[in-house]
């Protein structure tokens, strides 16, 4: 398959392209690579070309076209375009693709489509990453050199006027894809439908955050297994990879809507949420949602719901008798029965008290359905599990508290020991210095602060081995997540009193008072 990729640059400097695709170059930093002797490397193998310039001076040649027009000469203009026309690896196995034939249709494609630019095209044979696919690299001056014949499809001056400047849009992409897709069927090679939207959308960026992160890990690691420890793991995501293989684990253990939503909350901490008729993803370490768009077109609401055979995700409500536990979720629009003894607005208005009796008998009409679907035999039941979910309230507040406790001291640790690994050089230095007297004077307080931490931290380690950040804010991670967790299910619970409460006061007021207690009254009254 053939694959079209477009950057959009501001860099002024036309020069560095040149250096870019003639030399050799560090993929992940972007840094040349240099030999023994500190000399740029040419790559192994290139072929170069110009449209409407010479390849050599394709950097100056631009600068006087710009000039000329009194254009790209600001910071925020985009002064060139950079598309990148990669084939599939088997192309040059077995359909024939060569450098020589990869360089005539990456020159016949500019030609076509960036008709009056300056167009550097350079071919690579050796595949980005050595993955073995032959690109072609297209960078074009952002401003026209020439005027080209008018198209009936060509509205706008920018389209075949000189002296404007090339918009890249959507539709101008699509267009590309489209043609590339058009080439590949005519020369026999490789392709796939580039219109359609990829299953997984990892873009530029997510692609190099992925490679200078799994690089950065790997360089964790190697310190780490040089202490005789163990990494904790081994391959790097990002944010966006990490809810993909989320969707992807939560979705094949699901059958259910439900199920697949609490999965995705209890294993992963992820919550998902519905706006506007698509679904987006909270990651457990931001605040902000990442649409289903941005990870492609598997996480969509209708590839999920079309996995899961339902036609659409309804609020995560169950029956009680189908799942008890859903019950510290549900919301009831149960209400408290209004006494109208002691409402002194019902007593002054006849319209106002039926009103609240209609209220009263719909309320008790409720009350009766959900005793009856809990299986409240007896009032005793009923206040038997009020008690009990007061006593739990009771309990998760205060282990509420003991986690908040624990979180406090926590952040002071992380404090206290970020200041002591800030200023221990300073202290180092003091203790090496001759006149150490002037040198703490002159660094006081660098000197206070590290001694302030060191006093801090020091009952804390008894073997005076501090643990380093890492650690310390992967367990602050943890704790806060079990805060979290904590919380939810005591707003549950809370809210499942309230309405047991209301439920116990409604039930009271449908069958009186308490015969006995009516008796003891009358006995006082006498």
Not at 113 to 134: K, M, P, R
Not at 139 to 150: A, E, F, G, M
Not at 253 to 272: G, Y
């Amino acid at each position: 398959m053939a694959l079209i990729k477009h950057i959009a640059s501001r860099n002024s400097n036309y020069g560095d392209s040149i250096e870019y695709l003639l030399f050799q170059h560090n993929e992940i930093t972007g840094k040349p690579i240099l030999d023994d002797q500190g000399r740029l490397q040419y790559r192994n193998e290139y072929f170069m070309d110009g449209i409407n310039c010479e390849p050599l001076s394709f950097d100056q040649e631009c600068e006087k076209v710009n000039n000329l027009y009194h254009k790209n000469q600001t910071y925020k203009e985009v002064k060139s375009h950079h598309y990148i026309l990669s084939f599939e690896p088997k192309d040059a196995l077995e359909n024939g693709l060569t450098g020589e034939r990869a360089q005539a249709l990456g020159i016949k494609f500019a030609k076509k489509h960036f008709a009056g630019h300056q167009v550097l095209v350079v071919t690579h044979t050796d595949g980005h990453n050595e993955s073995g696919n032959i690109h072609v690299h297209m960078v074009l001056n952002s401003v026209r050199k020439y005027d080209i014949p008018k198209e009936s499809y060509m509205t706008r001056d920018c389209d075949y006027l000189a002296g404007f400047k090339y918009h890249e849009t959507d539709q101008q992409l699509n267009y590309l894809k489209k043609s590339v897709m058009d080439m590949c069927n005519e020369e026999g090679l490789s392709q796939v439908d580039l219109l359609s939207p990829a299953a997984q959308k990892i873009t530029q960026k997510e692609y190099w955050a992925t490679r200078r992160g799994q690089e950065n890990l790997n360089q964790t690691n190697k310190e780490i297994r040089k202490d005789g420890l163990t990494p904790a793991t081994e391959k790097f995501q990002t944010q966006k990879q990490y809810i993909r293989d989320a969707i992807d684990d939560s979705l094949s253990k699901s059958d259910t809507p439900e199920t697949f939503k609490a999965l995705l909350f209890e294993n992963h901490r992820i919550v998902m949420h519905e706006s506007r008729g698509r679904f987006s993803y909270i990651h457990p370490d931001r605040e902000k949602p990442i649409s289903s768009r941005s990870l492609g077109s598997h996480y969509s609401k209708e590839y999920i719901l079309s996995n899961l055979g339902a036609e659409q995700i309804k609020d995560i409500i169950h029956d009680y008798h189908k799942d008890p536990v859903q019950i510290l979720y549900f919301k009831s629009e149960l209400r408290l029965v209004v006494n109208l003894q002691t409402c002194v607005k019902a007593q002054q208005s006849q319209a106002y008290a039926n009103k609240v009796k209609i209220t009263n008998l719909q309320q008790m009409a409720k009350t009766i359905i959900y005793v009856e679907e809990h299986q409240y035999n007896t009032k005793e039941l009923l206040q038997e599990d009020l008690q009990s979910v007061s006593d739990k309230c009771t309990k998760l507040h205060q282990q509420k508290q003991t986690l908040r406790a624990e979180l406090t001291n926590l952040n002071k640790q992380i404090h206290y020991t970020g200041q002591y690994f800030a200023n221990k050089s300073a202290f180092i230095e003091m203790l090496k210095s001759e006149n150490k007297s002037a040198f703490r004077q002159n660094h006081l307080q660098e000197i206070s602060a590290y001694e302030e931490a060191r006093e801090y931290l020091k009952p804390l380690y008894s073997d005076s081995k501090l643990t380093d950040m890492k650690t310390i804010k992967n367990e602050k991670a943890l704790l806060s997540s079990e805060l979290d967790g904590l919380e939810q299910e005591l707003v549950a619970a809370r809210n499942l009193q309230k309405e047991l409460q209301t439920v116990h006061e409604n039930v009271t007021a449908i069958l009186g008072n308490d015969p006995n207690l009516k008796s003891k009254e009358h006995e006082a009254e006498l």
